[in-house]
């Protein structure tokens, strides 16, 4: 074994070993929210458990090192992403409307009512902690850094490499400016940043826009955090909602089903964002299944989660980006748009869509 794949087995190891345990400490009792713990936090009651072996995680692991240094990469249709031209084509096109437009994976640069939202912002080659080893890009991202309005709100969701992305987070331009929503745990990642706030699930953020004002709310979502061996669920996790200018996005982060919470939440955005004109549907990295679940939710998992929420359309995310599970590479978007079916809005990498298309 080279120098290099020794110390990619180390980081995988570290990262695989970290992710044994979902709970961390003991409850803190008193009037502290159930998901709170002595020294870290918890998944909502009545989540999907995720008791899973250590043989069969380090089965898990193997098998990864072996597909990503022998593997055959996968065939990419061409139809999967735009070219960089014809994405800043789209997004100039935009003017000043609402619209969205998928970067890749979770990462979406969203305008609501002048108000340009980054969300999980992943620019690097790797997802991973260095820049030499871990899941690499399938593709680009659909648009650089550079091709970006000026953004106002950065919200990330947890504190896994896939979604915080620490190199993306020190290249923004304008930091001074930005609102830097985080769960709590993660501001220690935003010190250059305008304004940064840490929050717990149900807070919100609000800030002004033209036309009555910019509002976030952080909410549960069924995962886990980490970033090395020894912070497994030190800092939070969370899904969230935000609206401005009469449309309102939901965005799962990463997260399994659960009975009730996402109900919950479709009723807390229902009085508080008048409803869920669009979801953002983490679908990817599900497979093998007794090895995923209880972290992430699979395509119909998905769409369940949507229609609980009451969201009218629902784009398909966190697929087609990094090789992370073991599902073909197009699974996750047929599946989705088979159980879906008009209500799927499968985007391609780079491509914006205007709201006033969505809510045709």
Known sequence: MSALAGIAVVIGLGLVLAACSNNLGRPTGGKNPYHHLEKGFRNPPDSPKRDIPFTKRLKFFGQAIWRNAVGKAPNIPSEHAIEREVAKAQLAAMGDNDFVSWIGHATFLVRLDGVNVLTDPVFSRRASPVSFAGPARLVPPGLRMEDLPPIDVVVISH???????????????????????????????????????????????????????????????????????FDTNRTLWMSYGFSAGGHSVFHTGDTETHPSVFADIGKHMADNHGGCDLGLMS??????????????????????????????????????????????????????????????????????????????
């Open 283 to 360: 679908v990817g990295a599900y497979a093998p299944r007794d090895f995923m679940r209880g972290a992430h939710m699979d395509p119909e998992g998905g769409v369940s989660v949507g229609r609980d929420m009451g969201c009218k359309r629902m784009v398909p995310m966190h697929w087609g980006t990094f090789i992370l599970s073991f599902e073909p590479f197009e699974e996750p978007r047929q599946r989705f748009v088979k159980a879906a079916g008009n209500q799927a809005l499968v985007m391609k990498i780079g491509e914006s869509v205007p709201f006033t298309a969505i809510s045709e």
């Open 159 to 229: 504190a896994h490499y896939d979604h915080l992305d620490t190199a993306t987070l020190e290249s923004l331009p304008n930091k001074h400016r930005i609102t830097a929503v985080v769960p709590l745990g993660l501001g220690k990642y935003f010190k250059d940043y305008g304004d940064v706030r840490e929050v717990d699930w149900y807070d919100e953020v609000t800030l002004t826009s033209p036309n009555g004002g910019f509002k976030l709310t952080a909410y549960p979502a069924v995962h886990w955090s980490s970033r090395s061996l």
